[in-house]
């Protein structure tokens, strides 16, 4: 089992900036990709950046540019840079973990923390 726990949500003005941390524990040495996704009130989630093992990231079109994902592994971190925040990044951000190797989605999720952006 692994267990993600999500902090460093809260409440920005439109162009400012943001930082969440995801800590992972448990069997963490069975992690290769992990996640970022978020939720708005009303829509489906969606993804926002991902990272495996060895550093390689991939972003949504919509925060590409003003979001950066970084991971440690000694530390079994994840944490997510969000600069130049807009009011429709905000959401529900969630942290995911994939433990299945060769295998696609995550299969374990931690339980979002909130980010409101206002204009």
């Known amino acids: 089992q692994v267990q993600l726990v999500e902090s460093g949500g809260g409440l920005v003005q439109a162009g400012g900036s943001l930082r969440l941390s995801c800590a992972a524990s448990?069997?963490?040495?069975?992690?290769?990709?992990m996640a970022w996704f978020r939720q708005a009130p009303g829509k489906d989630r969606e993804f926002v950046a991902s990272i495996v093992l060895i550093g390689t990231t991939a972003y949504a079109r919509s925060v590409k540019g003003r979001f950066t994902a970084s991971r440690d592994n000694a530390k079994n971190t994840l944490d997510l840079q969000m600069n130049s925040l807009k009011p429709e990044d905000t959401a529900v951000y969630y942290c995911?973990?994939?433990?299945?190797?060769?295998?696609?989605?995550?299969?374990?999720w931690g339980q979002g923390t909130q980010v409101t952006v206002s204009s």
């Open positions: 448990g069997r963490t040495f069975s992690i290769d990709r």
């Open positions: 995911a973990a994939n433990s299945r190797a060769g295998m696609a989605g995550y299969d374990y």
